[in-house]
């Protein structure tokens, strides 16, 4: 499927591209850049800045991966969206490191819906805890636009639509609980290659699609 066919998928909703372009070379990075791509994925610091380096200073990146905690001074000045606050010491990391470069970096909480141990991510207890504590309401660098999460691998598509509910229905208690004014928490970022129709129309404004566009990561 090519980059154009999957542009007209998502058109309909809406739903944004990122274009997830771990382990790819730039010059298939800037084959999609010069038909119009903007957004792409990473899932490993040094592999972002080497890009963020190389390539042009428009492009909007994306990090997509686990975060260390040391390792989030590398692309706090520049990084658009991460996808991947899984725990509230990370994202106390990201606002140190905003304000030390003086911008506010936008963040999606990462959840954890599929059923796979390794997963990371806060379940909803956690995520409320978070967001009442004063630790949070002291961040003034960071700003909460959203959610993420993964679903499981797995042929069974009923399975996969019911995280995805589950997905948003998080999305929607945190919207009503904790974000009623603020029209800037909007992002359900959800679907990749192998799940992302069964996302859009379980409401995804964000898929993250690698393999369909770039070729298998072998
Ligand atoms: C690699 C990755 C993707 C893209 O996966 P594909 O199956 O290649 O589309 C999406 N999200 C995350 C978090 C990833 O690590």
């Known amino acids: 499927m090519n980059f ?5 998928a998502l058109s309909p ?9 771990k382990t790819k070379p730039n010059d298939q990075i800037m084959g999609l ?4 791509q903007r957004a792409f994925g990473e899932n490993r610091v040094q592999e972002l ?3 963020h380096e190389a390539l042009p200073k428009d492009i909007q990146w994306h990090f997509i991966g686990h975060l260390q905690t040391n390792k989030v001074k590398y692309i706090a000045p520049f990084v658009h969206l991460i996808h991947s606050i899984d725990r509230a010491k990370i994202l106390k990391e990201v606002d140190k490191r905003a304000e030390q470069s003086g911008r506010t970096v936008s963040c999606l909480l990462q959840f954890h819906i599929a059923e796979e141990e390794s997963k990371f991510g806060f379940d909803l207890e956690e995520a409320r805890a978070m967001l009442s504590s004063e630790a949070f309401r002291q961040m003034q660098h960071v700003h909460i636009a959203g959610v993420m999460g993964m679903a499981t691998f797995t042929d069974d598509q009923e399975k996969v639509r019911r995280e995805f509910r589950q997905l948003r ?3 929607e208690a945190l919207k009503k609980e904790y974000f009623p004014e603020e029209p800037s928490f909007k992002e359900i970022s959800m679907g990749m290659s192998g ?3 069964i996302a859009i129309a379980e409401g995804s404004t964000m898929v993250r699609i690698g393999s369909l566009l770039f070729g298998s990561r072998g």
């Open 4 to 8: 154009k066919e999957i542009l007209d």
């Open 13 to 21: 909703s809406g739903t944004q591209l990122v274009a997830v372009s």
């Open 33 to 36: 850049y010069r038909q119009g």
């Open 49 to 51: 800045t080497d890009k």
């Open 169 to 171: 229905a998080i999305f």
């Open 195 to 197: 799940d992302y129709p």
